[in-house]
């Protein structure tokens, strides 16, 4: 075999390698992120995780697919992301339900030892809203008013220890209120009782009361949250009746599978940190109520455990377990 036909064999060698790593860092550059939200399509949290996500991709380097897994109230969708490899590119965004709240009540195919909190990126507080001739015109006569007559007056929730019941639960247990809680599947069949008269309080999101209020079908007056709201500025706050520590938000947060290099979790991090900044995505937050309320690290940690822990002695107060 001659030098040169050595030689030109090595190029090719070399030209070969070289496309080969142009291709791998080409098709690293374009690795779609799957974000895998636990409802179904069209919910709140599946529309700021889309809005978010769509400016999100501008910075991470890559698509981002938002793929609803619905089911168990979210833990199907969790436990899929959980269970997927830790290489970043498989992620969740959830809200309250599968990570504070079913876990409580139910047996899950994880624990908080399986995922990785990456970033939250919002917070909204739950409202409570009555009819227009309710006999309340703030949060403070809503809650006397309920005090006076335990057991008269109905309140819907997202499901039988649902988020929504144990935010109301926290405050309504301060205030020595017996309220009767009526289960719904979601914030969207809440809000058909309400408006149909089966129940006489809505406990529940912002979004789906929000064009309701508007009109005057609904009547705003308290908030789960410690300050007050953009959306509803007569509604009374928590720290407007003295108990602020009895918060409980509608949060929005991006888990990772544990193992998940650090790396990755830093460039998720600033990628979804920018998307938050974006005139498009304020936008959609300022329209629904919500705010940007960019969380990471131990700070994010520690709230989900000190929510955890609030809630289970709910749970155990209501005998839910």
Not at 258 to 264: F, I, L, V, Y
Request: hydrophobic content about 40%; some cysteine; glycine content about 8%.
């Amino acid at each position: 075999m001659s030098i040169a036909f050595m030689q030109i064999i090595q190029r090719s060698i070399q030209a070969l390698l070289g496309l080969s790593l142009c291709w791998a860092l080409q098709s690293h550059a374009q690795t779609v992120t799957k974000l895998i939200v636990p409802t179904a399509p069209g919910g709140g949290t599946d529309a700021l995780f889309r809005v978010a996500s769509k400016d999100a991709q501008r910075f991470i380097g890559g698509p981002i697919s938002v793929q609803n897994v619905a089911g168990a109230g979210g833990t199907i969708g969790l436990a899929q992301v959980i269970n997927s490899v830790p290489d970043g590119f498989t992620l969740a965004g959830v809200w309250p339900s599968p990570v504070t709240v079913v876990p409580q009540t139910s047996k899950v195919p994880y624990t908080p030892n399986d995922y990785i909190p990456v970033i939250q990126l919002s917070t909204a507080p739950y409202i409570f809203c009555v009819s227009p001739d309710f006999p309340a015109t703030d949060g403070k006569s809503f809650i006397e008013e309920l005090r006076k007559n335990p057991k008269k007056y109905t309140y819907g929730t997202d499901g039988l220890g649902g988020p929504a019941q144990l935010a109301a639960e926290r405050i309504f247990r301060t205030q020595n209120i017996q309220a009767v809680d009526v289960p719904y599947k979601g914030a969207g069949e809440t809000i058909i009782g309400f408006l149909s008269n089966q129940i006489d309080i809505y406990v529940g999101s912002i979004p789906p009361v929000l064009q309701h209020a508007n009109i005057g079908k609904a009547k705003c007056l308290l908030l789960s949250s410690a300050n007050k709201n953009a959306q509803f500025p007569n509604a009374t706050s928590l720290k407007e009746i003295g108990i602020a520590k009895e918060e409980t938000l509608l949060w929005r947060i991006i888990l990772a599978p544990k193992g998940t290099k650090p790396e990755r979790i830093n460039q998720i991090i600033k990628a979804y940190s920018q998307a938050m900044k974006e005139p498009d995505t304020l936008r959609y937050l300022d329209e629904v109520g919500e705010s940007s309320a960019v969380l990471t690290g131990k700070e994010l940690q520690e709230k989900l455990n000190q929510e955890y822990a609030a809630f289970s002695q709910i749970v155990k107060t209501l005998n839910l377990r």
